[in-house]
T-cell receptor, first 112, second 111 residues
Framework: QQQVKQSPQSLIVQKGGISIINCAYENTAFDYFPWYQQFPGKGPALLIAIRPDVSEKKEGRFTISFNKSAKQFSLHIMDSQPGDSATYFCAASSAGNTPLVFGKGTRLSVIA | DGGITQSPKYLFRKEGQNVTLSCEQNLNHDAMYWYRQDPGQGLRLIYYSQIVNDFQKGDIAEGYSVSREKKESFPLTVTSAQKNPTAFYLC??????????FGSGTQLSVL
């Protein structure tokens, strides 16, 4: 049973456009929602994270929107650049040192 | 530089052979993890350890084994019982179970 469902599987965006990746979860005990960015042949790196006490968090061109009632959260990349081309993973975990559960990933391609 | 070192970067396994993937961290993190990555499958948890000399199975532990004798080290053995071992293996560490720091991965292939 997939605990975190991520969509779309792949995404092509024009340079300067907005990239949007969505995730949904079922476990209401989840209270930490990070997004990771992975370039080919490398390990993922934390991009941005949010907790349920806020509905939005912004860091530079990256924004997480969080909808607790719908059990959904999304990543928005504003002014997308070719250097943003990577695979993005959403994840979730609950309190008490439980391991992160990852979505299946979205491969983003930003074309000029 | 602080970080996580995985070795080797590429590894080939023969039929019936056990192979061991190395993971070392100098971040002084208590928790360490092993994930398996297959195309389109995301990151799936194999084993994790929150403290030395203790570890727990993840979602896909069958055919794998680990040890945690030192805080800095968390090696993963892919045994001959793992019939489909070809994948990209990622080691990670964290403190307080939140922000994960990943190594650069080991690509395991079957000869």
């Amino acid at each position: 049973q997939q605990q975190v469902k991520q969509s779309p599987q792949s995404l092509i965006v024009q340079k300067g456009g907005i990239s949007i990746i969505n995730c949904a979860y079922e476990n209401t005990a989840f209270d930490y929602f990070p997004w990771y960015q992975q370039f080919p042949g490398k390990g993922p790196a934390l991009l941005i994270a949010i907790r349920p006490d806020v509905s939005e968090k912004k860091e530079g061109r990256f924004t997480i929107s969080f909808n607790k009632s719908a059990k959904q959260f999304s990543l928005h990349i504003m002014d997308s650049q070719p250097g943003d081309s990577a695979t993005y993973f959403c994840a979730a975990s609950s309190a008490g040192n439980t391991p992160l559960v990852f979505g299946k990933g979205t491969r983003l391609s930003v074309i000029a | 530089d602080g970080g996580i070192t995985q070795s080797p970067k590429y590894l080939f396994r023969k039929e019936g052979q056990n192979v061991t993937l190395s993971c070392e961290q100098n971040l002084n993190h208590d928790a360490m993890y092993w994930y398996r990555q297959d195309p389109g499958q995301g990151l799936r948890l194999i084993y994790y350890s929150q403290i030395v000399n203790d570890f727990q199975k993840g979602d896909i532990a069958e055919g794998y084994s680990v040890s945690r004798e030192k805080k800095e080290s968390f090696p993963l053995t892919v045994t001959s019982a793992q019939k489909n071992p070809t994948a990209f293996y990622l080691c990670a560490s964290s403190t307080a179970g939140e922000k994960l720091f990943f190594g650069s991965g080991t690509q395991l292939s079957v000869l």
